[in-house]
């Protein structure tokens, strides 16, 4: 069975940093990429960084020169380092991994929030 497991959220400040972690157990194969989305209340999930199996990366323009996404192909792990965090950081972010064979396995989601 396939769990998507998401770790790192927490409370930071202002100008601070995280670190999360996904890893994707369980057999997936054909891993096409993995993603990051996150989701503000009130407002619709969105991509936040996008790796491919190739290592091509995309980003939210919000989020680039301060998030770096990085991902172990052999044990199906990802990590999204986020540097200078700002309050309109703060929402759930979730694990997506896509594979040629749909549905696409999303995780339940870790708390990120940014506040003084």
């Known amino acids: 069975q396939v769990q998507i497991v998401e770790s790192g959220g927490g409370l930071v400040q202002p100008g601070g940093s995280l670190r999360l972690s996904c890893i994707a157990s369980?057999?997936?194969?054909?891993?096409?990429?993995m993603g990051w989305y996150r989701q503000a209340p009130g407002k619709q999930r969105a991509l936040v960084a996008i790796?491919?199996?190739?290592?091509?990366?995309n980003y939210a323009d919000s989020v680039k020169g301060r998030f770096t996404i990085s991902r172990d192909g052999a044990k199906n792990t990802m990590s999204l380092q986020m540097n200078s965090l700002k309050p309109e950081d703060t929402a759930v972010y979730y694990c997506?991994?896509?594979?040629?064979?749909?549905?696409?396995?999303w995780g339940q989601g870790t708390q990120v929030t940014v506040s003084s």
């Open positions: 369980g057999s997936i194969p054909n891993i096409v990429s």
């Open positions: 790796i491919t199996s190739g290592g091509n990366t």
């Open positions: 997506k991994v896509l594979s040629l064979v749909p549905p696409p396995y």
